[in-house]
């Protein structure tokens, strides 16, 4: 764990892959109190990551904060930007505009061919930036934040995560390739924009990429096809 940012506001932290995103034991908030040596810190998750999942969290620090980031979050207002490494070439950019259904009992997503009960549209946009060992790097703007959202449509459409445990049934030596590199929302109290851009690790499959494709900072631009 890293803070990155911190005032009374929101704190931005370097999540973990292994920590669950919620306030219970072995969560975000528990090992952020932990590190700050602040036992009652009032931290709130507004947003989760997928506990195999590492990469950039804010979290508001009072129920006010948090209430005015979750409303930024639903009104679309909050700028969430991955990188993942998948399986195959991606065209070089693109939209994924899916049905969505949530399998409880199983824990796992499913895109589907019409609506129904439970069913939501799930949509990103990602634009491969480079290409290496049969992988395609892409950058994924959320517009949706459906669960496994990233993982479940890049699969559906033949470009399985590399890493992946839960999509896919090949065996790769690599932890899940998914990363929360880029956040972007209007600070609760100032109304100032705040942005921040965190890489991957340098550990494989990532390294297999040309650093500067890994380190770029520009965020993703809408695709014009939705």
Do not use: N
């Amino acid at each position: 764990m890293e803070i990155l940012y911190r005032d009374r506001a929101v704190l931005v932290c370097r999540k973990d892959a292994g920590l669950l995103s919620t306030d219970e034991p072995g969560g975000v908030p528990e090992a952020l109190r932990q590190l700050l040596g602040e036992p009652e810190a009032e931290l709130r998750t507004v947003h989760r990551l997928d506990r195999v999942v590492g990469g950039l969290m804010v979290l508001g620090c009072s129920a006010s904060a948090a209430s005015e980031l979750s409303r930024q979050i639903r009104e679309g207002q909050f700028r969430k930007e991955y990188l993942a490494a998948v399986h195959g070439l991606t065209p070089e950019e693109g939209s994924l505009r899916d049905l969505m259904w949530r399998d409880k009992a199983r824990k796992m997503s499913f895109v589907v061919p019409q609506p129904g009960k439970d069913v939501q549209e799930a949509l990103l946009d990602y634009r491969r930036l480079d290409a290496a060992e049969g992988l395609s790097l892409v950058r994924v703007r959320l517009h949706t934040g459906r669960s496994h959202q990233i993982r479940c449509q890049f699969a559906s459409h033949g470009w399985p995560l590399a890493g992946e445990r839960k999509y896919d049934t090949r065996e790769d030596p690599w932890p899940l390739a998914l990363w929360s590199c880029f956040l972007a929302f209007t600070h609760p109290e100032s109304g100032e924009r705040l942005d921040f851009f965190l890489p991957p690790p340098e550990t494989e499959p990532w390294t297999f990429f040309a650093p500067e494709a890994l380190l770029s900072g520009q965020c993703l631009v809408d695709s014009e096809s939705r």
